[in-house]
């Protein structure tokens, strides 16, 4: 068993934040390429092309924000406390949130990728908030050599190709 456990640090939660923004812009910004097709396409064919115009416009928006958006001021102040555990085969969530606990299971062969930066883990996970950390010092159970041949071929470090 590989057990994380403990209070993500700050520099690894807005690294988390910052690529669960350019998640959510890449998205977005696919959506404003297909407004724009449909505007094209309704301007050709004589349509309301304005209105997929207007649109388009909001969702660039909306993608450049999340690109440069900054942190809330609160956004140290957050506790991301979590638990992370590997056994056989599946992976098990647990977010201990202020009045609740999150609990989400997922196989290890749906992690998409890991990226080790900063001395964090980064799972890219479907349907799990797509990102799940494992801080490399808070480390309760197992070895990183344990955690990282489970993911062999799916792991990068930052700054690789």
């Not at 350019?22 to 309301?48: C, D, E, Q």
């Not at 992976?91 to 997922?106: S, T």
């Not at 990728?113 to 801080?135: R, T, W």
Request: net charge positive.
């Amino acid at each position: 068993m590989i057990e994380f456990y403990g209070e993500i640090a700050l520099p690894c939660k807005k690294r988390a934040d910052k690529l669960r923004k350019r998640h959510y812009a890449v998205w977005t910004s696919a959506l404003t390429l297909a407004m724009s097709v449909f505007a094209v396409l309704s301007g050709v064919t004589g349509g309301n092309f304005i209105l997929f115009i207007v649109f388009a416009c909001l969702l660039a928006a909306v993608s450049v924000f999340l690109f440069v958006a900054p942190q809330g001021k609160s956004f140290g102040k957050e506790k991301w406390l979590f638990r992370v555990q590997i056994e056989e085969g599946k992976l098990r969530l647990v977010q201990y949130a202020q009045d609740r606990e999150i609990k989400k299971e997922r196989e290890l062969k749906k992690i998409k990728k890991v990226v080790l930066s900063g001395g964090c883990y980064y799972l890219y996970a479907p349907n799990a908030g797509n990102l799940i950390l494992c801080q490399r010092n808070l480390l309760k159970k197992g070895t990183f050599e344990e955690f990282e041949s489970l993911f062999s071929g799916r792991l990068r470090k930052e700054g690789d190709a």
